[in-house]
């Protein structure tokens, strides 16, 4: 008997959580550098989760929401500069949104270095800040979140083998899929950010293992739907 097999990105593809993770990573980098944020009001704030938008494209995990963040506060308020990356840019006036998002790829290194951050660290922050809104107001961080239309419905009905392969932590998708879709995926089923490396896991636990199967199957498929 034949069957397909689905392995999906989550945010951008099934989950639009653009605001929900821009409001987190504000929230996780006022804890990281509160002396920053001591001339941002709630107008900036608006601002900030406003840019985030534009500036989502590249995201490619969670944590460097915190980064994007911290560089538009550096927009707002000049006197919270504390990096080179205008001069990378060669702007004499600043850094703008446009900048960030064409030069992202050297400007997040230059940052990390400069800033004195480490990867492991954003991620266990970012992680914690989203952990303590859902404790304190599960449906505030749910309501931040929102299903593309169609999505919630095409996985409650469908009849393939759903598998989840993510850059966001797994007990997130986890819980938006349940309390936001009304699906519950088995967690062996979802690889998220701290099971390995996105690409690896495609590979070694959902591919190559499909193969052997489709091999004996041979109306069976394998779809890929995956997004930077």
Not at 48 to 77: F, K
Not at 182 to 193: A, F, K, N, Q, T
Request: hydrophobic letters at 40%.
């Amino acid at each position: 008997m034949g069957g397909h097999l689905y392995a999906l990105d989550f945010d951008g593809v099934l989950c639009d959580s653009c605001g929900e993770s821009s409001l987190s990573a504000v929230k996780a980098a006022k804890v990281r550098w509160p002396s920053v944020f001591e001339h941002i009001d709630a107008t900036m704030e608006g601002w900030i989760v406003e840019q985030m938008y534009t500036l989502r494209p590249v995201v490619e995990t969670g944590y460097e929401n915190l980064l994007l963040v911290r560089l538009l506060v550096e927009i707002l308020v000049p006197s919270a500069r504390h990096s080179s990356v205008s001069y990378m840019c060669k702007v004499s006036e600043g850094l703008s949104v446009q900048e960030i998002l064409e030069n992202w790829l050297k400007l997040k290194p230059t940052i990390m270095s400069e800033w004195n951050e480490d990867r492991e660290s954003l991620v266990d922050l970012f992680g914690r800040i989203r952990d303590e809104w859902i404790e304190n107001d599960l449906p505030g961080w749910i309501g931040a979140n929102r299903f593309y239309p169609g999505t919630a419905d095409a996985l409650k009905f469908s009849s393939s083998e759903i598998y989840i392969v993510t850059t966001k932590q797994g007990r997130f998708a986890e819980a938006l899929l349940k309390e936001l879709a009304g699906i519950e995926i088995p967690s062996e089923r979802i690889y998220g950010l701290g099971t390995g490396l996105v690409h690896y896991y495609l590979r070694s636990k959902i591919l190559e293992p499909m193969r052997l199967t489709l091999r004996n199957r041979c109306n069976s498929t394998c779809f890929l739907l995956y997004t930077n």
